[in-house]
């Protein structure tokens, strides 16, 4: 199945060299392989193409860049050795294969990079890593510690014991959140294909690559694969979500060929390869990316046009007063949306007073919470220290 999205006006199908430029200044990079690129089309690990991108990755640690790979792979290695020949469906199977490829998958992996004395590290998340802003600032802390020390992180999603509800789905969602999480300066998700195109360039000859996609931008239609390869949980819808969220949090992301050799260094020497999403303009402090991106929304606020001008425009806090409805169950302390009138949700932070609570005072003022609830913990619903305003 596939869908046409409606990406950009000014998403350029011709090159340009407007936002590659720069890409060698460049320090922190995450690199993103899936399976479709690992197997080669194959239901096993193609070796030559994983010793391939590993030489890759060497030579950008030569250049002094900072280097973290997310790679899918371990159920397509468990695949191989069970002698699987479609991917598993359910989540037992899946962690089973998991269980038996990670270890064969990081194997490959060691072997790959020891002639060239690179050292590795391997970590396996799932999505309560980054829910969790104890447990998200820890994977943080270690990953900062493995670059300092010059070993090169591997991540993958912990399959062996994620269920649904903590699943990540898919490894472009996770190398997103990996990127915004290390404040990268530029995500590169590798894929089968050239980039994103106008139509299914493996069907229709008059498909154009779409080299360039602003922000803040609406209109032009381009196709999205939503199924992926069978081999994978992906697609290009999951990429172009990913991008998409990287890039609002200021990391430019490039989504491009990964059989292709050489191409991490034509992508870092600024050719115009691939599909490059503008970053936002401005980048967000770590606790802003982890509210924006990394948390679960546990309800909604909707608010009056008042109440988003003073939060958007002037910084403000949001005060009971201009809360119009309350939507789902959360308690003080949990992420929620903040909404306007037509239901867009522009902003998330972490409420002061449980969903009851915020019904009870909505449409207050502050200084009547107190009679309301019989006890005033708080002067605002979300404080402006504890929320991030959404491009977009």
């Known amino acids: 199945m596939s869908r046409a999205e409606r990406s950009s006006p000014d998403a350029r199908s011709t090159p340009s060299a407007g936002l590659r430029t720069g890409l060698r200044e460049a320090k922190r990079l995450v690199v993103k392989v899936g399976s479709a690129v690992l197997s080669k089309g194959d239901i096993a690990l193609h070796q030559a193409t994983l010793e391939r991108i590993c030489r890759e990755l060497v030579w950008l640690r030569k250049e002094g860049y900072q280097v973290v790979l997310v790679s899918s792979g371990a159920i397509l290695a468990g695949m191989g050795r069970l002698g699987l020949t479609e991917r598993p469906g359910s989540i037992p199977l899946k962690q089973a294969a998991a269980a038996v490829g990670q270890s064969l998958l990081m194997r490959r992996y060691e072997e790959a990079f020891a002639p060239y004395g690179q050292k590795l590290g391997q970590l396996l998340l799932t999505q309560e890593d980054f829910r969790s802003r104890h447990r998200y600032l820890n994977a943080r802390n270690t990953l900062f510690a493995l670059l300092h020390l010059g070993v090169l992180p591997v991540i993958n999603e912990n399959d062996t014991v994620a269920v649904e509800e903590i699943r990540f789905g898919d490894n472009d969602h996770l190398s997103a ?21 106008t139509a299914d360039p493996r069907k229709d000859p008059n498909a154009k690559l779409v080299h360039e996609v602003p ?14 390869t069978g081999l994978g949980t ?10 998409r969220a990287a890039a609002a949090a200021g990391v430019p992301t490039i989504i491009a060929n990964g059989l292709v050799e050489g191409i991490l260094e034509r992508i870092i020497q600024g050719e115009a390869v691939g599909t490059i999403f503008q970053a936002s303009a401005s980048r967000m402090r770590s606790r802003k990316r982890w509210l924006a991106f990394a948390t679960e929304r546990r309800g909604r606020i909707t608010v009056d046009v008042g109440a988003k001008e003073a939060l958007v425009r002037h910084g403000k806090s949001l005060l009971s007063s201009g809360v119009v409805s309350v939507d789902g169950e959360f308690e003080g302390g949990d992420v929620v949306s903040l909404c ?43 404080h402006r220290d504890n929320l991030v305003i959404l491009e977009g």
């Open 340 to 382: 306007d009138i037509d239901g867009v949700e522009f902003a998330r932070g972490v409420a002061s007073y449980d969903a009851a609570q915020v019904e009870q005072i909505k449409g207050i003022r502050s200084n009547q919470i107190e009679d309301a609830l019989g006890v005033k913990s708080f002067d605002e619903v979300v």
């Open 177 to 197: 959140l990996v990127a915004t999480l290390l404040g990268a300066d530029l995500l590169v998700i590798l894929t089968d294909l050239d980039g994103l195109f």
């Open 215 to 228: 922000r803040r931008s609406t209109g032009l239609h381009f196709w999205a694969d939503e199924s992926g």
């Open 234 to 243: 992906g697609g290009m819808v999951t990429k172009v979500k990913a991008a």
